[in-house]
């Protein structure tokens, strides 16, 4: 009899899983769950819809027929409720149980909503799903005032909307700049003019104390931590994701603010991989376990998974450095590998839109931020790889057009 694979999400996860059991196990019955309407799309770009600058159609990765053609049977809008790993069956709210020799989980997040008074109002916004996006699209082109809430990489998407479709907008953020954990103020500040220049202001030292509506539910002003009011037709809230993981209770896979799984994406779970945002991983570069929210990096960890749960053994070990790039700028923007860790850092400004900065633990680059000039990703990246110490020669590191043969670099005996 031929197995039987079951993947829960069809994000670029459990999309690029399906595709990679395909292609090892030709005879294999595969099936993929989601509950969302539409077939695998580029999560990335939906901010570019939003803005109003990209049709629907090169948004779309997958049509229905890439499964068909491939012999994936694809369930659209169906939503998984529980999973019982004795009898090896994935229940559905009523599509009915599948039943699998081994189980994929690539069900992501979900926005996180602020808990304060009227978070769900109409007219406030969270943003992952290209449903969301048409929302905000229609939204934001009809208005004129807003608010975004949340300094981090999705949040700056929420800002970027907002300008492209001249909403006037505040963007509240808690601490004293954008994305507090990546940048130091004169990094941060490169993203303050831009916005600025684009016509969103940041209102920083803040937070957002509640929402007011209007007699129909409809969000009409924001009010600050200080008290300040802000009108806002339109508002934006990117605080970070609750994982789905609900459905998993009482199976036993173990949990710590996403799914625990080893470098073979392997839960504790007999027959139950996990692969995309929703896992905590063993980083086989860090030697540590470890959480990234990026397309690249849950594309390699479903196709990983892919490989391990055909070849039904600890076939291939996940090993990336990921990286995650903003383009809603005159200049790039790009984060790599694990920028806000780490026991060290350096740093250089060199131009009013050019800055770098680099974060080391155990004398080892992990990771770093890249604004202006991205050239030097790769060789940075390069050296992630090898686990190279190179700590101590931070004036080489920082050099404009650092060259990694001025390393000297200690080889390992
Ligand atoms: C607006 C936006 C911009 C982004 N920009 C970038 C970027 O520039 N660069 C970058 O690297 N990354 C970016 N990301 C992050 C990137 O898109 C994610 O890291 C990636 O898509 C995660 O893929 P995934 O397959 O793990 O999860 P997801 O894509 O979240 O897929 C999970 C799927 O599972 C479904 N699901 C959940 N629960 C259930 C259930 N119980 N039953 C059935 N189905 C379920 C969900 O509906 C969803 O379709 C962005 C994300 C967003 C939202």
Known sequence: MSESYVIIGDGIAGSSAAETIREEAPDADVSVITDEGEALYNRILIKEFAKGK?????????????????????????????????????????????????????????????????????????????????????????????????????????????????????????????????????????????????????????????????????????????????????????????????????????????IVVDEYMQTNVEDIYAAGDITRYYDTILDEYAQNGSWGSA??????????????????AFRWVSSYSITHFDFPFLSFGFPTLGDDECERKYSDTEWRRLAFKDGKLVGGVLIGDIAPQGRYKDLIRQEAEVADQKEILLEKDFDPEELAIPQEQ
């Open 299 to 316: 594309k390699e960890q479903g196709q990983i998974a892919a490989k391990n749960m055909v070849a039904d053994d600890e076939e291939e």
């Open 54 to 258: 990209l049709p629907e159609a090169p948004i779309s990765i997958h049509e229905e027929d890439w499964y068909a053609e491939r012999d994936i049977d694809l369930e659209l809008n169906t939503f998984v409720t529980n999973v019982d790993p004795d009898a090896h069956e994935v229940h559905t709210h009523d599509s009915g149980t599948f039943e699998y020799d081994k189980l994929l989980v690539a069900t992501g997040g979900t926005p996180t909503q602020l808990p304060v008074d009227n978070s769900d109002a109409e007219g406030v916004h969270h943003f992952w799903t290209f449903q969301d996006a048409r929302k905000i699209q229609e939204h934001a082109d009809e208005t004129d005032t807003g608010v975004v809430v949340g300094a981090g990489l999705l949040g700056i998407d929420l800002a970027a909307i907002c300008a492209a479709q001249e909403v006037d907008a505040k963007y509240i953020m808690r601490g004293n700049r954008w994305w507090r954990y990546g940048l130091s103020l004169d990094g941060a500040e490169i993203i303050h003019d831009a916005l600025e220049e684009k016509g969103v202001e940041p209102v920083l030292e803040s937070g957002v104390e509640e929402f007011q509506t209007d007699d129909d539910g409809h969000v009409v002003s924001t009010v600050d931590a200080n008290g300040e009011e802000y009108e806002s037709d339109f508002v934006g809230v990117a605080i970070g994701l609750n994982f789905n993981t609900e459905y998993l209770q009482g199976t036993g896979i173990e949990e710590d603010s996403g």
